[in-house]
């Protein structure tokens, strides 16, 4: 094959082709209900839509040492497109969404597919299944901000993306960056040379400078041992070997305001609020109690988008895909006895991250993955997925509703990948002034998922500002 049409994938991207595993595949799964959508609109949708982004006509395909982008030869949409007539009831309906999770998507294809059931109870149902070496979920809410328009007559103004990624914008920044730290120096001597200025001030001005590239060298290192020196998770009944077999569930919308209100009367943040949930939820079911549990340790892996601290020539393009985000393990105040002390304690926990490295250095770690021998590869996901028993994710999504292909979206919900040997993983979403939880698990570390978000609701009631919720 011509290497005109491949690209090199960048290392954030192919990592999360080299740390998964058959029990746990990196794929992301998106389900919307859209009043009245159809085939014939969806493959009109799809066909000039969702194609203009370049990427999704290629599949990653590993060239010894590296991973590319390839062009699929024979590409066709209907590859990538299933219709379901059956009349699925809600219950019937999870099952099979569970079902297609666990369902692997053919390798020797683009690493995406939709399927549509026009005949769900509720609305027509949309599903896609993603490879994460595609895009995040930043990614992709972008792609769906584009393409979901806030009328069903308006048609998306801006959409597309070319495939034209490659690595010279890193190598590139790098470079400059090296020489601009050895330039600095450089240049204050040749000024004070010029000028026949007092030496000492120059040489104050170079000697600042690199007081403060040792600082940041030295910031940079206490983070990076604090965050090796993080403690594993305690041994609990989520921490089982994986059997591989996924079920997701999601919750009923509850009114994004009802969050606000107990972020409010808290003083907290409404990530605050969720993740205070999940702990409660979490609580019951590791299977310790008493003085195991006053001294356990739970951790949540949390995704936070970089983009915004990336340097300006390397921040992506508006519309693009890929990966920009790092990892931040949140620990889950599980021997918490009140639901107020959990929300004060995940407080303290996520204003301490925000203000930490640790988002860079996930996200520098994780890229490191394709580029190292596969022998080695195992440590550096331990590093990462011993330290979490769970992925946590929330994902804000427009405040006002949405439509694809003209028809109305009534719900939006996702669920993440586990990468490692973490079995549960939450997702959080808001639309359209609504908040749906969803879980996914492997069966052995959780037979009851559904219970489960029944006790991430319950927790709302316990919290000041909170109200009575009917799951």
């Not at 690199?210 to 965050?227: I, R, T, Y």
């Not at 970089?306 to 949140?330: M, Q």
């Not at 037979?447 to 009631?461: I, N, S, V, W």
Request: aromatic share 8%.
């Amino acid at each position: 094959m011509s290497h005109e049409k491949t690209h090199l994938m960048l290392p954030a991207d192919s990592a999360w082709l080299a740390l998964e595993s058959p029990r746990n595949p990196m794929t992301i799964t998106v389900m919307m209900r859209a009043d009245g959508l159809t085939a014939p609109r969806l493959r009109e949708f799809l066909g000039v839509y969702w194609m203009a982004w370049e990427r999704f006509q290629y599949m990653p395909v590993k060239r010894a040492p590296v991973w590319r982008w390839e062009p699929d030869p024979v590409f066709d949409l209907k590859h990538h497109l299933d219709v379901v007539l059956d009349r699925f009831t809600e219950s019937s309906l999870q099952e099979w969404v569970s079902a297609r999770l666990n369902q692997p998507l053919p390798l020797y294809r683009p690493l995406w597919k939709f399927w549509l059931a026009p005949n769900a109870e509720g609305g027509s149902v949309l599903l896609l299944r993603v490879h994460h070496c595609y895009a995040d979920g930043v990614s992709l809410t972008g792609i769906f901000d584009r393409l979901c328009s806030v009328s069903p007559q308006q048609h998306p103004a801006v959409y597309g993306a070319r495939h034209t990624e490659d690595w010279s914008p890193w190598v590139s920044a790098a470079k400059d960056r090296f020489e601009q730290m050895l330039g600095g120096a450089t240049a204050t001597a040749t000024a004070a040379k010029e000028q026949n200025a007092a030496p000492e001030s120059h040489l104050e001005q170079a000697s600042a400078l690199f007081e403060q590239l040792a600082s940041n060298g030295l910031k940079l290192v206490n983070e990076f041992s604090d965050f090796l020196a993080e403690p594993e998770d305690t041994p609990s009944d989520l921490k089982r070997p994986l059997l591989g077999e996924r079920h997701c569930r999601w919750s009923a919308p509850v009114p994004l305001d009802r969050f606000r209100s107990i972020a409010k009367a808290t003083n907290v943040t409404i990530n605050d609020v969720l993740l205070s949930c999940v702990a409660a939820a979490v609580r019951p079911r590791l299977g310790v109690s008493g003085a195991s549990l006053e001294n356990a340790i739970m951790h949540a892996a949390v995704p936070v988008d970089i983009r915004d601290r990336l340097p300006e020539d390397l921040k992506p393009k508006a519309g693009s895909l890929g990966n920009y985000f790092g990892t931040v393990f949140v620990p889950l105040p599980v021997d918490g006895e009140s639901a107020l002390e959990r929300l004060y304690r995940i407080k303290q926990e996520t204003r301490r991250l925000k203000k930490s490295w640790q988002p860079g250095i996930a996200w520098g770690l994780s890229a490191c993955a394709s580029l190292i021998p596969e022998p080695l590869r195992q440590p550096l996901s331990d590093v990462f997925y011993r330290k979490a028993s769970a992925v946590v994710s929330n994902v804000p999504g427009t405040p006002e509703a949405r439509y694809i292909a003209g028809c109305r979206i009534t719900e939006q919900m996702f669920w993440v990948p586990q990468a490692g040997d973490i079995g549960l993983g939450v997702s959080i979403v808001s639309y359209a002034g609504q908040v749906q939880f969803g879980v996914v698990a492997d069966e052995a570390v959780l037979a009851d998922p559904a219970e489960f978000l029944k006790d991430c609701l319950h927790e709302l009631t316990e919290l000041p500002g909170g109200s009575p919720i009917v799951v």
